[in-house]
């Protein structure tokens, strides 16, 4: 099994890196900065287990890479780059005859739940992934992971009944925890894609209004979160038991990486980094959606939305926008 890791940031070139780590057969796929410092230095990968660096072969998109029957899609990249992403990759064709879409399986390593849906849409092979892991892009050629005991917790499963035999699914997972990783395989891991949902809903907030979170960030993070469960319930929506979740990561924590502390989640980096987008719409966005679909109000997800997506076209940098105002606004 090659794995084509689409989207080498943060979480992919965690992913990437530890498995090109362990010997498994990788392609990274990047573009600008972080592609090029790929091609020239390799990419280094520091976790509590200490610092590796790779060499892998690099690819800039479909045109560089030479598909295969064994080959598996990795999409990380950003949910509001998903579309483009299968697009460039759907139809290319694999060696032997068929497309990548026909043959091979694509795997969503990403935050959101309408991921899925649109792989499913093109791709036969559809595999979900729930990523825990507390990755962060330090610089073009490095990033680190600071979670302990292992990286990072990434359940697998089909996305749809017959999206994914078991034989793909033992080979991923037995990847996966060769690199490290722990890789449970479950058939409902949609449900840990909603749970996962509901936590991320914090994210606008920390990217709006900083880190530190005080009395008004707390109470925009418990509001946001109540409106997305009563907007799961009320679309029939299963969502992983508190106790299950509690109990498969009970021993999961972050560590202090000496000089590459983990400040801010995924968007928090977005806006770090200037990349011009956010994916609050993927996130708050599918509870505002769900909300209007179902009747449900979602004030404060359509706010946190909504400043989330200006604030990363206007290139607003994190902690700029105070959560008392964001809170009045909200339930005003």
Same mark, same amino acid.
């Given at each position: 099994m090659r794995h084509i890791i689409i989207g080498t940031g943060a979480v992919g070139g965690v992913i990437g890196g530890l498995l090109a780590g362990a010997?498994?057969?990788?392609?990274?796929?990047?573009?600008?900065?972080?592609?090029?410092?790929?091609?020239t230095g390799g990419l280094e990968v520091t976790t509590a287990a200490g610092t590796v660096r790779v060499h892998p072969p690099v690819a800039a998109g479909p045109q560089d890479v030479d598909l295969h029957p064994d080959d598996v899609l990795v999409l990380?990249?950003?949910?509001?780059?998903?579309?483009?992403?299968?697009?460039?990759?759907?139809? *290319?064709?694999?060696? $032997? !005859?068929?497309?990548?879409?026909?043959? +091979? %399986?694509?795997?969503? @390593?990403?935050?959101?739940?309408?991921?899925?849906?649109?792989a499913l849409r093109r791709f036969a092979g559809v595999v979900t992934m729930c990523v825990w892991l507390p990755a962060t892009y330090l610089e073009?050629? *490095?990033?680190?992971? $600071? !979670?302990?005991?292992?990286?990072?917790? +990434? %359940?697998?499963?089909? @996305?749809?009944p017959s999206s994914a035999g078991?034989?793909?699914?033992?080979?991923?997972?037995?990847?996966?925890?060769?690199?490290?990783?722990?890789?449970p395989v479950d058939v409902d891991v949609m449900a840990w894609k909603y749970r996962k949902l509901l936590s991320n809903l914090a994210n606008a907030v920390e990217a709006l209004c900083?880190?530190?979170?005080?009395?008004?960030?707390?109470?925009?993070?418990?509001?946001?979160?109540?409106?997305?469960?009563?907007t799961l319930r009320a679309a029939g929506i299963a969502v992983l038991d508190d106790s299950v979740h509690d109990a498969a990561r009970a021993d999961f924590r972050m560590s202090r990486l000496p000089g590459l502390e983990h400040t801010g989640g995924s968007s928090w980096q977005s806006l770090v980094r200037g990349t011009g987008s956010i994916e609050a719409d993927h996130l708050n966005g599918e509870i505002v959606l769900l909300g209007r679909l179902h009747g449900v109000p979602t004030p404060?997800?359509?706010?946190?939305?909504?400043?989330?997506?200006?604030?990363?076209?206007?290139?607003?940098?994190?902690?700029?926008?105070?959560?008392?105002?964001?809170?009045?606004?909200?339930?005003?």
């Amino acid at each position: 099994m090659r794995h084509i890791i689409i989207g080498t940031g943060a979480v992919g070139g965690v992913i990437g890196g530890l498995l090109a780590g362990a010997g498994k057969d990788v392609v990274l796929v990047a573009r600008g900065p972080q592609l090029e410092a790929l091609r020239t230095g390799g990419l280094e990968v520091t976790t509590a287990a200490g610092t590796v660096r790779v060499h892998p072969p690099v690819a800039a998109g479909p045109q560089d890479v030479d598909l295969h029957p064994d080959d598996v899609l990795v999409l990380a990249v950003k949910s509001q780059d998903t579309a483009v992403a299968l697009e460039a990759w759907a139809d *290319r064709p694999v060696s $032997g !005859g068929g497309t990548a879409a026909e043959r +091979l %399986t694509v795997v969503c @390593a990403q935050n959101g739940v309408d991921n899925e849906r649109a792989a499913l849409r093109r791709f036969a092979g559809v595999v979900t992934m729930c990523v825990w892991l507390p990755a962060t892009y330090l610089e073009p050629g *490095r990033v680190s992971a $600071g !979670g302990t005991p292992v990286p990072g917790v +990434l %359940t697998l499963g089909p @996305a749809a009944p017959s999206s994914a035999g078991d034989d793909v699914l033992a080979a991923l997972a037995g990847d996966l925890t060769d690199a490290g990783f722990r890789a449970p395989v479950d058939v409902d891991v949609m449900a840990w894609k909603y749970r996962k949902l509901l936590s991320n809903l914090a994210n606008a907030v920390e990217a709006l209004c900083g880190t530190a979170r005080d009395d008004a960030a707390a109470e925009l993070v418990d509001r946001a979160q109540a409106e997305g469960l009563a907007t799961l319930r009320a679309a029939g929506i299963a969502v992983l038991d508190d106790s299950v979740h509690d109990a498969a990561r009970a021993d999961f924590r972050m560590s202090r990486l000496p000089g590459l502390e983990h400040t801010g989640g995924s968007s928090w980096q977005s806006l770090v980094r200037g990349t011009g987008s956010i994916e609050a719409d993927h996130l708050n966005g599918e509870i505002v959606l769900l909300g209007r679909l179902h009747g449900v109000p979602t004030p404060v997800n359509a706010v946190l939305q909504r400043h989330a997506r200006q604030a990363a076209t206007s290139g607003a940098t994190p902690g700029s926008t105070a959560a008392d105002v964001l809170l009045r606004e909200a339930t005003a």
